[in-house]
């Protein structure tokens, strides 16, 4: 039976599809079974972020309105065999979109799947209630700054009054060179506020920024997105030093030259 | 000065604490004051040198008073009790 996860936040435009993008890929690349589901109806972007968007043919409303099967709608990655994604729907009619009937849909998935990962909208409406109803485990995602970590806090108040065990947080848009200055939150900092253990660490970098324009996900190329898997799966522990290269005389000297320019 | 973070982190823990008591953001200096009323009766004290926190975890909520005084008063300048014990 597969595990059965809900990436959220509260807040949006924090990562949660980038995560979700990511972090299927990474699980996949060690072989798993792993289905996205995007759950962010009228709003999906899941498809984007994979490069699907011209595949799709059916998305989860016809699936919940018997007009396909759940496997016509499923679209297979390029790269990982092992890896699907089942699309939204951009209509923007969701009465047929139950928090029951994603849970019945996420319980067929998975009996064919290892993970099933869903995509939670931003919020903490109707949309949430659907994602979360639907899952046994929760990832809540956040950058380091203020509103994001409040509103994670929320989330993570919120959850505790779902059936849903929330495994960690993931910390997005990451800078090593603001940490190590003292002008941004450090990973401590977040878990020392949020009373959670942080899981995954997402440096800010040029290249996710250019995989979710071109539509790719960074295959085996970034390490954070691999050792978030590895933290998941395995319940390890290990994170990415954003700060390393910012400390010392040299990272003084790097911290300078990239505030400059 | 604070640096950014210092200021975020103290402004963070606040808002948390507020938004799961729904206390006023006030209610730290309420209690100080009160408190400070008190406690220079006993002893010499600044208002800078009383800190009152308030955090919350899983058990409850803890309110963490921490006083700093170089002398407390003597005894025959204590406050007589009022129940005459």
């Known amino acids: ?261 | 000065m604070a640096k950014p973070v210092e200021i975020e982190l103290s402004r963070l823990k606040k808002m948390l604490l507020q938004d799961k008591s729904s206390a006023p953001s006030q209610l730290a200096e309420v209690i100080k004051s009160d408190v400070y009323s008190v406690l220079t009766s006993y002893m010499d004290l600044f208002s800078d040198d009383l800190k009152v926190l308030i955090d919350c975890d899983e058990a409850g909520y803890h309110v963490i008073i921490s006083a700093r005084t170089h002398r407390f008063k003597q005894i025959g300048m204590l406050p007589k009790k009022q129940d005459g014990r």
């Open chain 1, 1 to 261: 039976m597969a595990r059965k996860i809900v990436i959220t936040s509260g807040k949006g435009g924090v990562g949660k599809t980038t995560v979700t993008a990511n972090l299927g890929a990474a699980l996949a690349a060690k072989g798993l079974r792993v289905v996205l589901m995007d759950v962010d109806i009228g709003l999906n972007n899941l498809d984007v972020a994979m490069g699907i968007e011209n595949k799709v043919v059916y998305d989860i409303v016809d699936v919940i309105e018997n007009r396909c099967r759940p496997k016509q709608a499923l679209i297979q990655d390029d790269v990982y065999s092992t890896l699907c994604t089942m699309p939204s729907s951009h209509s923007y009619d969701k009465t047929s979109v139950t928090g029951l009937a994603i849970k019945n849909l996420t319980e067929r998935l998975a009996q064919s799947f290892d993970y099933v990962i869903l995509d939670c909208p931003a919020g903490i409406e109707l949309g949430f209630h659907r994602a979360v109803s639907a899952a046994d485990e929760a990832i809540v995602v956040t950058t380091p700054h203020i509103a994001s970590i409040r509103d994670a806090d929320k989330v993570l108040n919120l959850l505790s009054t779902y059936d849903v065990v929330p495994l960690g947080i993931v910390v997005n848009r990451v800078r090593g060179d603001l940490i190590a200055s003292g002008d941004m939150l450090s990973i401590e900092n977040v878990e020392q506020l949020l009373k959670r253990q942080v899981i995954g660490v997402i440096p800010e970098n040029d290249d996710i920024s250019f995989g979710n324009a071109m539509g790719r996900t960074l295959y085996g190329v970034k390490d954070c997105f691999a050792l978030l898997a590895e933290n998941i799966h395995t319940g390890s522990r290990k994170l990415i030093d954003c700060t390393q290269p910012y400390r010392g005389f040299f990272g003084a000297i790097r911290r300078n030259i990239k505030k400059r320019v």
